[in-house]
């Protein structure tokens, strides 16, 4: 009998365990669901040791073959004060030309090419090779939205958005506050802005676009993205979009030896009863602000789990490229004398980075203090554990406003954390209100938010759920190597 090779697609990921993590999650689907061949090829930054471990974890060649490609030597190209963004998209341009031999010299020749919205200048090179191309959006669909307009609103307004006294309106979707917008458009001189900008003119040059959200969850919104909807009929946009989420990280069968004791601890605490406190893979924050968070957390007296790095006076992102290279023993230097004995048995502190799917996954964690990253939300969500929302850059802000004054998944602090310091005692009620002191008695809508959107998560991604049949539609396009598009996605 003949043998047929199997679909193949290749995905392609910037640095960052945000951009990494949810691109293997979207190939395994593929291979899992659809029986595809999936190749990830992930630039990474290698300065990360977290990056490293994501990657030697993923390597199970019968679920995704992961390819490191090294970032390009950049240094010529960027300035010591670039941002995050600028660096980003200035490597994914560079790591064209290899991105471009792997595409070339596969055979049998992929049937379509997966990028981030960093990777949008790589489109051009399924063009080349007469294959489809897709955009995954690892956020959710208001945050695609802004970047989808943003080369609009450059137009249409004037001045910085953190000055405008009006809300940043968007067709068919809730507005966005001046001081929500995405890091790249704090500064509109500034370099990464410009970069920013190309990655939302380039998405529509796709033959589609996933994002990692689901219909239930944003119903609304995906209707203005999609043909017919007001914001496509601005952007004159006539791609499909597929809601294929939420896709997240797996708890990991192999644990590290720090991992196990917090298991084992947490075997031992009462059912959501622990907060974990962790702000994603580069968030850093003031010595001021976390001696508030130290003495806010003993102040809650409720057990944690607190993964800390070094403070920095630097940029609240520094650390996005160095996760979990730094020296443990440099955090409990910067904590409030004696912070580490009265807590001892109470709370754990674990230096720079965690296995923090296996930690969400237990019955004794109750609450999350995040940064809100779209991937340690949906970790959160699908695990049923609410949110006390501390955003501090990318589209965290515009994330925690979704999370807690649309859905009603998370509490926040009255100030915001990116721009004044939060106070010992307001940490300390975010914590208390998302585990209260006797559950059993008490009423707590957030909580009980939480469950119900978890739920609503699961049924999304089960067979013949919202989700899991549109990256069915997409499978079978790809399948089919045309780019029409099913008006029931």
Known sequence: MEQHNPTHVVLVSSPGLGHIIPMIELAKRFVLQHNFKATVLAVTSQTSTAEKQILNSALTPSLCHVIDIPSPDISNLVQPNDRMVTRLCVMMREAKPAIKSFLSKTTPRPSALIVDIFSTESIPLARELNILSYV????????????????????????????QKEPLKIPGCNPVRPDEVVHPMLDR????????????????????????????????????????????EALNMRIPIYAVGPLVRQPESETSSVTHSLLTWLDEQPTESVVYVSFGSGGTMSCEQMTELAWGLELSERRFIWVARAPTEEAVDA?????????????????PEGFLSRTRGLGLLVPEWAQQANILKHGSVGGFVSHCGWGSTLESLTNGVPLVAWPLYAEQRMNATLLAEELGLAVRPKVLPSKKVVGREEIARTVREVIPDDQSLTSNSVRERVKEMQQSALNALSEDGSSYVALSHVAKTIERGCGKFDAAF
């Open 136 to 163: 995954y959006v690892a956020s959710h669909a208001w945050f695609a939205a802004l970047v989808l307009y943003s080369p609009l609103l450059d137009v249409q307004i004037e001045g910085e958005y953190v000055h």
């Open 189 to 232: 001189s500034n370099r990464e802005y410009k970069e920013f900008l190309t990655t939302g003119g380039g998405i529509p040059l796709s033959d589609g676009v996933l994002i990692n959200t689901w219909e239930e969850l944003q119903r609304e919104t995906l209707q203005a993205l999609r043909e017919g909807g007001l914001l496509s």
């Open 319 to 335: 650390a996005f490229f160095t996760t979990g290279s730094n020296a443990g023993d440099e955090v409990a230097k910067y904590l």
